[in-house]
């Protein structure tokens, strides 16, 4: 019978790493890598797996990829702290491994946007390869928005990871913030430059992509916030990269 590990990175995530820990209690192995947090995250840990390993922070794919390493099963599900598998995703995911043909699934993400699930704004349905036989999977090394790349025959299995990734609108603020930075970085490394007019223009269609072409208006309030949340991103994303442009080419 095929046996299942469960691998997750923290970095003081103990508002929501527990919820996470007690969605996954029917899996024969649970990995945590942890950068150093300094709160009880750790600790909450403790309680649900032996097996957490304390590193320093080498970027989102490259701790992924320690993490898978650290995998003792068959088969591989990566998921993140602020996500949650439900019963029905259990039971999927059970009869799923049994294939011998596939290699990896991809599986949809349900995605919460203070406190309301996203069925429109581009977030639905938000298919994530997670999923995966030991040995057929790799994460890119990108310090942001890493992917997961499966070798071989892949399905897409039909419930949803339920993903609680803006609980309030502080999340949100300090997300777009930091996500803002890290891909202004990105892109300055690989030698993109940006104007104030781009980062304006961009910031803009960003609102317009997510609450019309995308329908962000049927998600009623939330989608607005949303459309506005995106379009700040991205205006300062482009911004960041315009300042960082200013000081001259990556070194």
């Known amino acids: 019978m095929s046996q299942l590990s469960v691998t997750i990175i923290t970095y003081n995530e103990e508002a929501r790493i527990e919820a996470c820990l007690n ?5 024969d192995e649970i990995i945590i890598l942890d950068s ?5 995250t750790v600790e909450i840990c403790e309680r649900s797996t032996p097996h957490i390993f304390v590193t320093e922070w080498p970027g989102f794919g490259k701790q992924k990829n320690r993490a898978i390493k650290k995998a003792n ?5 990566s998921i993140d ?3 949650q598998i439900s019963e029905e995703l259990k039971e999927e995911i059970q009869q799923a491994i049994k294939d011998s043909h596939i290699n990896g699934f991809y599986i949809p993400r349900l995605s919460y946007y203070c406190g309301q699930p996203m069925h429109h704004s581009g977030w639905w349905p938000d298919y994530v390869p997670r999923l995966f036989r030991s040995g057929k999977g790799t994460f ?13 025959a892949t399905k897409k299995l039909q419930h949803p990871i339920i993903h609680h990734s803006f609980p309030d609108m502080e999340s949100v603020l300090k997300k777009v ?3 803002s930075s890290l891909n202004a970085e990105k892109l300055h490394s690989q030698g993109r430059s ?3 007019f781009k980062a ?8 317009i992509r997510t609450y019309i072409i995308q329908a962000g208006f049927l998600d009623g309030a939330r989608g607005f916030m949303l459309a506005v949340s995106n379009a700040e991103g991205t205006y300062y994303k482009y911004i960041k990269l315009y300042l960082l442009s200013k000081n001259g080419p990556p070194s």
Do not use: C, M, P, T
């Open 36 to 40: 150093g947090s300094s709160d009880n």
């Open 200 to 207: 304006i223009g961009k910031g803009l269609w960003a609102f």
């Open 23 to 27: 969605s996954i209690q029917w899996v």
């Open 140 to 152: 890119d090394e990108a310090i942001i928005h890493e992917r997961l790349h499966i070798e071989g």
């Open 194 to 196: 940006s104007s104030l």
């Open 81 to 83: 702290a602020d996500e």
């Open 177 to 179: 913030n930091q996500y």
């Open 73 to 77: 099963s068959d088969w591989i599900l």
